[in-house]
């Protein structure tokens, strides 16, 4: 930088003297010019001279802050101000019991939180996504039969993703869900096996469905009992 710097002076001093020689001043402007600028170009050639051999180091004041000496600089790697490397302080975590969600009864003008699987039942929705035993199957029993009651024309809605079922607890909800007026719509969201997929298909004609993805997997759920009843 510092011998860029007095190049540059050079040339201009250079510029400065020939433009001097052609305009022909008057004698003693002519004198004195000559006078003030050979010393001037002869020490900025020094300079340029020394500052090109490594000859000393031509430092500026210290006011101004800036050195222009051969003095290797280190530079600070500056820190990250973005997010990616702040700790989070709001990870949400999942809830290890059953989800609340806010719920606003029917005239009233307030909200309450209650169950997520409670709030389905509030909009006839029924999520069967465990295997079907005989505590399950009393369970969806008898929310089939209150919401028959609550309304025996409105439809029910049931969610299946069920990884099994027993043999007579899912032909206890079978029974169930034919001997009810109203309609019931089923859907298939994930993967019911077995017995599962039966009920699935036990919905109201026109009104049974399943999502993209979903599978079913039909297996011999539940008749191992029945041979073994047989052989006895």
Known sequence: MTQLFLLLLSC????FMAFSGTTR?????????????????????????MSSLGVGAFVLPTSTGISTSRTPMTIQPRARTDL?????????????????????????????YVG??????????????????DRVANQIMSILWYL????????????????GAMLRPALSVFDTMQAMSNEIETIN???????????CAAGTHGRRFALPNSRFLMQKTGFEEVREKKRC
């Open 12 to 15: 201009l001093f250079r510029i």
């Open 25 to 49: 001043p008057a004698p003693s402007c002519a004198f004195t010019t000559a006078k003030v600028a050979t010393p001037l170009l002869l020490l900025v050639h020094a300079l340029y001279i």
């Open 84 to 112: 990616a490397h702040k700790p989070r302080s709001n990870v949400v975590m999942m809830p290890a019991s059953e989800p609340a969600v806010p719920y606003k009864a029917p005239g009233t003008d307030y909200h309450r």
């Open 116 to 133: 997520i699987y409670q709030r389905l039942y509030y909009d006839r929705v029924l999520l069967c996504g465990q295997f079907i035993d």
């Open 148 to 163: 028959h009651n609550e309304d025996k024309h409105k439809p029910i809605y049931m969610y299946f993703n069920v990884p």
């Open 189 to 199: 969201i994930g993967l019911t096996t077995g017995m599962g997929g039966f009920l």
